[in-house]
């Protein structure tokens, strides 16, 4: 079978964060909003009324173009995008065609160990449109649609990435990286199932080694990051058993069916619109002044790559000294990486404490990550907060809590709220740590187990193991089992003499 290699470019969708949308006052956060509550004549595309052109998705914009490496152009301007579609108020859409705000950048993504530099084309700015809702009348059995106009004007930011991808896994690691930036940035929540971080993926095949690209297929209709690779997963593997069959592409756009984990055909290249863009009458030119880019430019914050470096430097650098897989996992999202370093805060500042970052990392990953996800919830809305983990890490670090007692105390944490002193109380957690009546428990498994204890003076090593686990069975876990240990060979070694 021939080798083929896939060639994939992204399309981004991102709404952003401003207060009020793109070209009228009207609030931009609609998304709790009753339908039709959050419009104006402008956004509403009524006659007679004037676009004004929102500053700060323009710094917005900016800034994101300036963290993707981008040109920032000086000059720049709107065009009209013309369509006609019952979400569309005017009739056409506010867009920028041929002059966008920022060019010819880059994104770096790493993927099984390898580092690689994708390219981005561009990103502009444009309009979000209304939402349709699609109903079936009970009584007549007809169709109709809704129209909320809410969604209408919404500041929508589009990165064009160049076709540099060679895999889904890439696609999707660029599809974090380039989220992660922008909630960074605060520029944009880049939520795929709440629908403000939106991606089609073209994709195409060519032999190995072939440097022309391929037919392209566009893929649309993918509300979350795992469904983006498996809808180019699945592109991939069409095409190549079509091209193993002799079979040509055709130039098409195909939408992503999640229940059935398919592709299907929504129109050919002969339906392809042609959106007669010209330059938008109602607004002037855009001058953007390179003293204002360069004071943005001052402002970036310290963005997910340099984080991540940082949270494996060494502490004297002011790092943590993590491993890769840590410092990745913790800096994905600004709020993820901020929790850990007020937990490891926290925790420095009660008791001390050896390895604080990484044990504040592997609670962090693997515990509370479970409930989360479970919860499928993200770590803003975290009922235990970085001091309630400290907290419990204090419990851990000083033996009033065992391993098995903190997991079951952070459960309760979790779903309670309560900090973890409050919940140890409540449960009777607490280890046993009184060598006293640990010693009385080690004699009473002693005198339960005769034949274990004749296994033992017998030469049988691990049968003092297996009282151990009496013992700790007996206590229901709460007894330090280093204790326990010390007092079952302390006993046992009595009955040798
Ligand atoms: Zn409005």
Same mark, same amino acid.
């Given at each position: 079978?021939?080798? +083929?290699?896939?060639?994939?470019?992204?399309?981004?969708?991102?709404?952003?964060?401003?207060?009020?949308?793109?070209?009228?006052?009207?609030?931009?956060?609609?998304?709790?909003?009753?339908?039709?509550?959050?419009?104006?004549?402008?956004?509403?595309?009524?006659?007679?009324?004037?676009?004004?052109?929102?500053?700060?998705?323009?710094?917005?914009?900016?800034?994101?173009?300036?963290?993707?490496?981008?040109?920032?152009?000086?000059?720049?301007?709107?065009?009209?995008?013309?369509?006609?579609?019952?979400?569309?108020?005017?009739?056409?859409?506010?867009? #920028?065609?041929?002059?966008?705000?920022?060019?010819?950048?880059?994104?770096?993504?790493?993927?099984?160990?390898?580092?690689?530099?994708?390219?981005?084309?561009?990103?502009?700015?444009?309009?979000?449109?209304?939402?349709?809702?699609?109903?079936?009348?009970?009584?007549?059995?007809?169709? +109709?649609?809704?129209?909320?106009?809410?969604?209408?004007?919404?500041?929508?930011?589009?990165?064009?990435?160049?076709?540099?991808?060679? !895999?889904?896994?890439?696609?999707?690691?660029?599809?974090?990286?380039?989220? !992660?930036?922008?909630? +960074?940035?605060?520029?944009?929540?880049?939520?795929?199932?709440?629908?403000?971080?939106?991606?089609?993926?073209?994709?195409?095949?060519?032999?190995?080694?072939?440097?022309?690209?391929?037919?392209?297929?566009?893929?649309?209709?993918?509300?979350?990051?795992?469904?983006?690779?498996?809808?180019?997963?699945?592109?991939?593997?069409? #095409?190549?058993?079509?091209?193993?069959?002799?079979?040509?592409?055709?130039?098409?756009?195909?939408?992503?069916?999640?229940?059935?984990?398919?592709?299907? $055909?929504?129109?050919?290249?002969?339906?392809?619109?042609?959106?007669?863009?010209?330059?938008?009458?109602?607004?002037?030119?855009?001058?953007?002044?390179?003293?204002?880019?360069?004071?943005?430019?001052?402002?970036?914050?310290?963005?997910?790559?340099?984080?991540?470096?940082?949270?494996?430097?060494?502490?004297?650098?002011?790092?943590?000294?993590?491993?890769?897989?840590?410092?990745?996992?913790?800096?994905?999202?600004?709020?993820?990486?901020?929790?850990?370093?007020?937990?490891?805060?926290?925790?420095?500042?009660?008791?001390?404490?050896?390895?604080?970052?990484?044990?504040?990392?592997?609670?962090?990953?693997?515990?509370?990550? $479970?409930?989360?996800?479970?919860?499928?919830?993200?770590?803003?809305? $975290?009922?235990?907060?970085?001091?309630?983990?400290?907290?419990?890490?204090?419990?851990?670090? $000083?033996? /009033?809590?065992?391993? /098995?007692?903190?997991?079951?105390?952070?459960?309760?944490? +979790?779903?309670?709220?309560?900090?973890?002193? #409050?919940?140890?109380?409540?449960?009777?957690?607490? #280890?046993?740590?009184?060598?006293?009546?640990?010693?009385?428990?080690?004699?009473?498994?002693?005198?339960?187990?005769?034949?274990?204890?004749?296994?033992?003076?017998?030469?049988?090593?691990?049968?003092?193991?297996?009282?151990?686990?009496?013992?700790?069975?007996?206590?229901?876990?709460?007894?330090?089992?280093?204790?326990?240990?010390?007092?079952?060979?302390?006993?046992?070694?009595?009955?040798?003499?």
């Amino acid at each position: 079978m021939p080798d +083929y290699e896939p060639v994939i470019g992204l399309e981004v969708h991102a709404q952003l964060r401003t207060r009020s949308k793109m070209f009228c006052s009207c609030p931009a956060d609609y998304q709790a909003a009753p339908p039709n509550t959050r419009v104006c004549p402008v956004c509403l595309g009524l006659p007679g009324t004037l676009p004004v052109i929102n500053r700060e998705a323009i710094r917005s914009i900016v800034m994101t173009g300036l963290a993707l490496h981008c040109e920032i152009a000086q000059e720049t301007k709107f065009d009209r995008k013309n369509y006609a579609y019952p979400d569309l108020m005017k009739g056409y859409q506010i867009s #920028q065609y041929d002059l966008p705000i920022c060019h010819d950048g880059y994104l770096e993504i790493e993927v099984n160990g390898e580092r690689r530099r994708i390219g981005i084309e561009r990103v502009h700015m444009e309009e979000d449109v209304a939402k349709l809702f699609h109903r079936v009348d009970p009584a007549t059995g007809e169709g +109709y649609s809704l129209v909320d106009v809410n969604r209408s004007g919404v500041p929508l930011m589009e990165m064009v990435g160049r076709p540099d991808l060679r !895999s889904a896994e890439e696609a999707r690691a660029y599809l974090v990286a380039y989220r !992660s930036i922008l909630q +960074y940035l605060g520029v944009a929540t880049g939520s795929m199932e709440e629908g403000s971080f939106r991606c089609d993926a073209n994709v195409s095949l060519r032999l190995r080694g072939e440097s022309a690209l391929g037919t392209k297929v566009e893929v649309k209709n993918m509300n979350s990051f795992r469904a983006v690779y498996r809808a180019i997963e699945f592109e991939i593997e069409r #095409q190549s058993e079509m091209l193993d069959k002799g079979e040509r592409i055709s130039m098409e756009t195909r939408g992503w069916v999640e229940e059935k984990g398919i592709t299907v $055909s929504l129109r050919s290249k002969e339906e392809a619109n042609d959106y007669r863009y010209f330059p938008e009458p109602d607004l002037p030119p855009l001058h953007v002044e390179p003293a204002w880019v360069a004071e943005l430019e001052e402002l970036l914050p310290e963005l997910p790559e340099a984080r991540r470096a940082r949270f494996m430097a060494a502490e004297d650098a002011n790092g943590y000294g993590l491993s890769e897989y840590d410092a990745s996992g913790l800096t994905d999202s600004p709020a993820l990486a901020d929790y850990f370093e007020e937990a490891v805060g926290a925790v420095r500042e009660g008791h001390g404490g050896d390895e604080a970052p990484k044990r504040v990392a592997n609670w962090m990953l693997s515990e509370l990550a $479970s409930h989360l996800n479970a919860a499928n919830a993200g770590i803003d809305d $975290s009922p235990v907060r970085p001091s309630d983990l400290a907290g419990l890490l204090a419990l851990l670090e $000083s033996g /009033t809590l065992g391993t /098995t007692q903190a997991k079951a105390a952070l459960e309760a944490m +979790y779903e309670s709220g309560k900090p973890a002193a #409050q919940v140890v109380e409540e449960l009777g957690l607490a #280890q046993v740590t009184d060598s006293g009546e640990i010693a009385g428990a080690v004699a009473q498994a002693i005198a339960e187990n005769p034949s274990a204890v004749a296994d033992f003076l017998g030469g049988k090593e691990t049968a003092a193991k297996f009282l151990v686990g009496q013992v700790m069975k007996a206590t229901r876990g709460k007894a330090n089992p280093g204790i326990v240990a010390g007092l079952v060979a302390e006993q046992l070694g009595a009955l040798k003499q």
